[in-house]
């Protein structure tokens, strides 16, 4: 079972079927998978042009059953079976209907389980500065309640919390489908009003928050206890590294920022804020955020080199 795009919380990513979402990159367990399957189940996936490598994944020799309830997103693709129906209803009918597999199959999805459990596990990307985002996904998650909504505003840097982050349950993400910066503190916002119980956790990118950051006074006007992580690498990452790439360093224009003292600007709006200069002292700021009973601000420092936890050409044309 795999997750669309940004669509983590659809499944719980504990589950032992789960190989991860189809996100920009796909790992190589990911295409094998793929490359093996025969048939597609698409259930409530609207089949995005991410999700779906600019609708160019599924193949003429692969069956693809649709469901969805909206007739409209039906229409868009050639299913081989279109069925118009809540998911939940049409997964269980179908799940009555057939097995579970036999030992070869479930040796299948048990070896792609594990790679998914050890691709998401810290540790296995290289970082050059003293802050590792892999760890910082990873500490946020045991921190947090299973119900707790985390948000990513657009930005590579979303990729090490969509890697390294295990969502759990339904109704806990959020972010921005186009790539469309400054979606980070509004949308903690909106959750916050939503559902004013579990915590809210926003990753922003310094780039990000300097175009809708000032909303955290909104956050204090109205008693919201959103937490702010702020990912300061002091570039706009996603660009920088595609003009590195295309152009090579000589390239470079007009992303890298000057970037400010984060924290001071949270403790001007009134936040309590900290800032984290290394991976060991994140655990202590989260907490102490998290007991905060109003909003809070965590200005990490990264390293520019550290933008994706991804390799090659590919790793940050799209946010």
């Not at 657009?154 to 959020?174: I, L």
Request: proline share 6%; glycine share 12%; net charge negative.
């Amino acid at each position: 079972m795999t997750a669309a795009y940004r669509c983590q919380d659809a499944l719980s990513n504990n589950k032992p079927v789960y190989i991860g979402h189809l996100e920009i990159n796909r790992a190589d367990f990911q295409e094998q998978a793929w490359e093996e399957a025969d048939l597609v189940v698409a259930a409530g996936a609207r089949l995005d042009g991410i999700t779906t490598r600019d609708f160019s994944m599924i193949r003429d020799n692969q069956t693809l059953i649709h469901i969805h309830p909206d007739a409209e997103v039906l229409a868009r693709w050639s299913s081989d079976v279109a069925i118009r129906s809540d998911t939940g209803p049409a997964l269980a009918a179908l799940a009555d209907a057939v097995s579970s597999g036999g030992p070869g199959r479930r040796e299948w999805r048990a070896e792609l389980n594990g790679a998914y459990r050890r691709f998401s596990e810290p540790g296995g990307v290289p970082v050059h500065g003293r802050v590792d985002l892999a760890a910082i996904a990873a500490e946020t998650r045991r921190q947090l309640p299973p119900d707790a909504v985390v948000i990513t505003d657009s930005g590579t840097f979303a990729r090490w919390v969509h890697r390294y982050f295990r969502f759990e349950g339904p109704r806990t993400q959020a972010g921005p489908m186009a790539g469309a910066m400054g979606y980070g503190v509004p949308g903690g916002i909106g959750a916050a009003l939503a559902r004013p119980g579990p915590p809210v956790v926003v990753f922003a990118g310094d780039g990000g928050f300097l175009m809708t950051g000032q909303e955290a006074v909104t956050l204090l006007q109205e008693r919201l206890p959103v937490k702010i992580v702020v990912c300061d690498n002091s570039a706009w990452g996603s660009i920088l590294t595609s003009q590195q790439t295309r152009y090579g360093e000589g390239g470079i224009f007009g992303t890298r920022l000057d970037s400010p003292d984060f924290e001071a600007v949270g403790r001007a709006y009134g936040l309590h804020a900290s800032r984290v200069r290394e991976t060991a002292a994140f655990a202590g700021a989260l907490g102490a955020a998290l007991a905060y009973p109003g909003p809070a601000l965590i200005h990490l420092e990264l390293d520019e080199r550290d933008i994706s936890p991804f390799t090659g050409a590919s790793q940050s044309y799209r946010v």
